[in-house]
């Protein structure tokens, strides 16, 4: 069989494609341009993108050069506009407050909203430029390594999976472990603690069941079942989907409207079934 079946498309893909190409590199001389055009203070803010060795250490980079930037700014004298307030024009691009009563903008909140453009101020496109060639340099820098690091951590994962207990949160998903599918993790239960959570469990009328290395706590009603996720310390998580169950789902969320998710805090103590109810009947309804 040959390799390009079709060769004609071929011939009209590739022309394209070099010009993307050369658009792109026409784009990335742009931006090096626009930042050999600042002072040379605000251009070691600017290009500093380059020192960071971790993608960890990319996260924080806009907010902390916009903060660099805001220190470079002039303020200005009361009558061209700091009446009330220290104001001054953007040090890398000149921009000022929309309004056409004031000039520049606050010192330094104004300022710094401008620079990573958040809110309804326009952003400064200088540091726009700067974190478009920093994305593009973080991407070539880490993404070799990264994508290792995700392979080898979906096989430690695969590993986990076949000898540490699994925990069924909802009817249309893999199960998962005590640390899988949180965001924002906090400490998760150990032995003891998890053994407390399932007494809380067992008391407020849920089925435990333990089905090779699977757990799972649920409740049922009439028309809907209920789901307990008492993995993370604090709170123990409640959904309720509503009969007929979904189907397995290739996501990680099922559709909205057939699910209600409601908690209870581990320090709450007293009527705790009647808490657990209303919270239910509150959810469903």
Known sequence: MPKNRFPELA?????YEKEINALSNKLR?????????????????????????????????????????????????????????????????????????ERGFTVPEGLRRHLIGWGNTRPCEVLEAAFELAKEYWHEKFHAEEQIEDIQKEERRRQRKGSEVLYRIAPDREPELIDEGFIFSGTFRNESELAWAEQRLAYLGFHIACEDNVKSYTSEMENWLIYADPRVNGKIEFTAYKKPLPKKARGPRIRRGLSRSFYLMDSWKNDLRRKYESRLMEAIR
């Not at 011939?11 to 022309?15: F, L, Q």
């Not at 903060?67 to 002039?74: G, P, Q, R």
Request: net charge negative; glycine share 6%.
């Open 29 to 101: 001389e742009a931006r090096y341009t626009i930042l050999s055009l600042m002072p040379k203070t605000a251009q070691e803010a600017l290009k500093s993108y380059l020192s960071c060795e971790s993608r960890q250490e990319t996260y924080g980079w806009r907010n902390k050069t916009a903060e660099t930037i805001v220190s470079l700014a002039h303020i200005l004298p009361p009558e061209e506009g700091s009446y009330f307030s220290d104001r001054a024009c953007c040090p890398l691009c000149g921009g000022e407050s929309s309004s056409p009563y």
């Open 11 to 15: 011939v009209i893909v590739d022309p």
